[in-house]
């Protein structure tokens, strides 16, 4: 079998309600007002989504999912909607990421004899896969089914925190027999290695090291079946051990049961743990003693659904119901949890520690998610908002500066700037409780004083010239400048005025950039010329340019920490509205060598990257909130779709659904840390935001459709509210935010000066 008939496309025609309607939605484990039965799950496994798929539970340590034969860009989570072959179940996936890693102690149940690899190039019939045909697949929230039809194999799959739950239902007359794969992973591995031991005839356990994204990986493994292993073989690459265990680069192990004359159904269960074995056996045995699937299944739609159930929309668009839920639901699968029950976890010094309350988090794809994802955190998980942070203290005092993007105790070093500062100054700046507010202060102070990635040059000339700095000098600029800007609002807060002082200069660096006459933010050398070579705004080189993952046009409105100095640059609010009108209707060529994240365009406006995503929510800084309506609207309308390519670029860890999830509200955090929420254009008739401490907060748009999308008139807990946005503190008191909406642009509502947000200094 030759790899072009190992994957197939497939073509959807209407969404994926054909799949989803063999899943019996709103029937069986899910109650008939379950948010869980709007959550469709195969949006963004199409085109360049690159979302997790299988059985989880919000922000748990366990995303257990198929993973396919194929490898590449788009099978960074595992799977891909156009590929029908799973070699197998694994117990980690990322979900939206730009580069895969994870795919960790994958178990395939199988009959007949199979290579224990999966074949040269997927060519080999005998290789460890399986085709599946999709009508049999079946998805939501906390749970996984399909038929491995090599096999004649029913999967299914639910989770805990920290343990996956297989469900194998084999035909009468066959031999049960179960894989367990320890090569296998995703992305580009170097070294690895696996170790596999027999317990004893119920009970398998062992680790899986591996060099890949997260250079040093171990995660440990015990599994425990229903019924005892009858034989079994272990193997490396090339020879079969002999005893319990094999510890190889490549191991495996096949596991024989006992042949019966009636169908029969196999349960395995899977606790893993950064620490140790002990501690996975720990996890299983807090977590999952029992064998009862339906009732694991059951709780993990329950987890879900408390979760959903934070925000309740009315609405009789039951597409934008779906998109909703179904973002919602993909904010919360990742941070994950990276401590195991008993408190221990695995610092990033690589030595286990104690926790001495609370959980410890990983997967922090900061750059991303601190534009939207944590701000969302911050207003419907505001109790989980404390672990986070404390995780990412503990990140800096094991390591020495706060995280930029962390994956399983490893600092990948992943994008540009300080993003983990400006996530600890937004908790502090809301007051959030929790964490020692001194050792944040001082964990910000020290990782924005490093010398690496840039920083010594942004600190020596308060820019990073191109000529010091080859790739990336702008990107990079900007956003130490935007980390700037959210410690020195912290030191300000704390009386700390000669750091405020400082920061609040540094945070000034897109200054430097600004070429007046072209009104472009453009590389500047250590003399503070610009780049000689010939302009082209529209021009992109991915990691080769002095942006990234972008170009002039996107890159020139990367100040969200203090628009008001930025429209200054251009001369006053009618040059800088011109220009920023121009963004979304100009074209040009990016260029054979664009980063492909560049996507998801309005003229020159790229939602489908994350630099983008506060540029519609300018327009209020400038007094024309209405302009903010027409582009929120567009985007929410053509950026997302109930479609398995729904998403217009990667997920990233959450943060392409929360800027759904915020906009559709009717509000989003321009300001990096602290607020205040810019207007928009609410999408919902109603939708109740569950605060915490029995707090709500009804969003209600009368007179709502979808031409009329533009702001009237406000009023917040039955007084006029004359702002064009509104602070962290007063949405947090809850009540009653009510937009009147139109079909025209008002007049008076957010034009005057004193109803603009202002940046704060």
């Not at 019966?260 to 893993?272: C, G, H, N, S, W």
């Not at 935001?689 to 039955?718: C, D, M, P, Y």
């Amino acid at each position: 079998m030759n790899f072009k008939n190992v994957v197939t496309k497939l073509t959807f025609i209407g969404g994926t309600l054909g799949i989803l309607g063999a899943c019996n939605i709103g029937s069986g484990f899910q109650k008939a007002d379950s948010l869980t039965a709007y959550v469709d799950p195969y949006i963004g496994t199409g085109g360049h989504g690159h979302v997790f798929l299988g059985a989880n539970v919000p922000y748990g340590a366990i995303q257990l999912g198929p993973s396919n034969l194929s490898a590449g860009w788009d099978w960074v989570s595992g799977y891909h909607i156009s590929d029908s072959t799973i070699i197998g179940f694994a117990h980690q996936h990322l979900s939206g990421t730009g580069i895969g890693d994870l795919g960790d102690i994958v178990l395939l149940p199988f009959t007949g004899d199979i290579r224990f690899d999966r074949g040269e190039h997927g060519d080999d019939e005998t290789g460890a896969y399986s085709l599946f045909n999709r009508n049999t697949e079946c998805v939501k929230p906390g749970y996984y089914a399909v038929h491995l039809d090599r096999f004649n194999v029913d999967v299914e799959l639910t989770a805990t925190s920290r343990v996956g739950f297989h469900k194998y239902s084999y035909k009468k007359d066959e031999t049960p027999k179960v894989l367990i794969n320890l090569d296998a992973g995703i992305g580009w591995e170097g070294e690895k290695e696996g170790q596999i031991t027999i317990e004893n005839d119920t009970v398998v356990s062992g680790y899986r090291y591996s060099m890949g994204w997260a250079k040093n990986q171990k995660i440990y493994f015990t599994a425990t079946f229903s019924q005892p292993v009858a034989s079994f073989q272990l193997a490396d690459s090339t020879t079969v051990q002999k005893g319990n265990t094999v510890t190889a680069s490549r191991a495996y192990a096949a596991l024989v049961f006992a042949e019966t004359e009636e169908p029969q159904d196999l349960y395995v269960k899977v606790a893993i743990s950064p620490v140790s074995i002990a501690n996975a056996k720990g996890n299983m045995q807090e977590e999952l003693p029992g064998w009862d699937f339906a009732a694991t299944k059951q709780a993990a739609d329950a987890a879900w659904n408390a979760q959903l159930r934070k925000v309740q929309i009315e609405t009789e668009d039951t597409i934008a119901r779906k998109i909703f839920y179904t973002a919602l639901y993909h904010t919360m699968v990742a941070p994950s949890v990276f401590s195991d029950v008993n408190g221990e976890y695995m610092g990033s010094d690589f030595r286990p520690h104690k926790l001495g309350s609370g959980e410890n988090y990983t997967t922090f794809s900061l750059w991303d998610t601190y534009r939207a994802a944590h701000p969302l955190m911050s207003i419907i998980h505001r109790e989980r908002v404390s672990d986070m942070v404390n995780s990412m203290l503990r990140i800096y005092q094991e390591q020495g500066k706060l995280p930029v993007w962390h994956l399983v105790g490893n600092e990948t070093d992943c994008m540009v700037g300080n993003p983990g500062i400006i996530v600890v100054a937004d908790a502090y700046l809301k007051g959030i409780e929790g964490f020692d507010k001194n050792l944040a202060y001082e964990a910000m102070k020290i990782s924005a004083m490093k010398d690496d990635r840039g920083l010594n040059w942004h600190k020596q000339y308060g820019y990073v010239p191109f000529d010091k700095e080859e790739v990336e000098s702008v990107a990079k600029g900007l956003e130490f400048a935007i980390a700037d800007w959210s410690l020195a609002q912290v030191a300000k807060l704390r009386g700390e005025q000669e750091d405020y002082d400082y920061f609040i200069k540094r945070s000034d660096a897109f200054q430097h950039y600004f070429d007046k006459d072209l009104q472009f933010l453009r590389g500047v050398d250590s003399k503070g010329n610009f780049r000689p070579e010939e302009f082209d705004p529209f021009h992109s080189a991915h990691l080769a340019n002095d942006y990234t993952e972008g170009n002039a046009w996107q890159y020139t409105w990367l100040v969200p920490h203090n628009v008001n100095g930025f429209i200054d640059l251009f001369g006053g609010t009618d040059k800088f509205i011109t220009k920023l009108d121009s963004l979304f209707v100009v074209e040009g060529d990016l260029g054979e060598h664009a980063s492909p994240d560049i996507s998801g365009l309005i003229g020159q406006y790229a939602h489908g990257n994350e630099p983008s995503h506060h540029v519609i929510y300018m327009y209020p800084y400038a007094g024309q909130p209405w302009k903010a309506a027409e582009r929120v609207r567009q985007t929410l309308a053509t950026m997302y779709t109930d479609q398995v390519d729904g998403l217009s670029g990667n997920e990233d860890v959450g943060q392409m659904s929360a800027w759904y999830v915020m906009s559709a509200l009717g509000f989003y955090q321009v300001s990096p840390a602290g607020g205040p929420f810019i207007f928009g254009s609410p999408l919902f008739d109603k939708a109740t935001i569950a605060l915490g401490a029995g707090k709500t907060l009804e969003l209600v748009a009368h007179s709502n459709s979808k031409e009329n999308k533009f702001i009237q008139q406000v009023r917040f807990n039955g007084k006029p509210y004359t702002q064009s946005y509104i602070s962290y503190e007063d949405l947090m008191q809850g009540g009653r935010l009510e937009f009147d909406m139109g079909n025209t642009p008002s007049a008076t509502f957010g034009v005057e000066v004193e109803s603009r947000p202002m940046s704060v200094r």
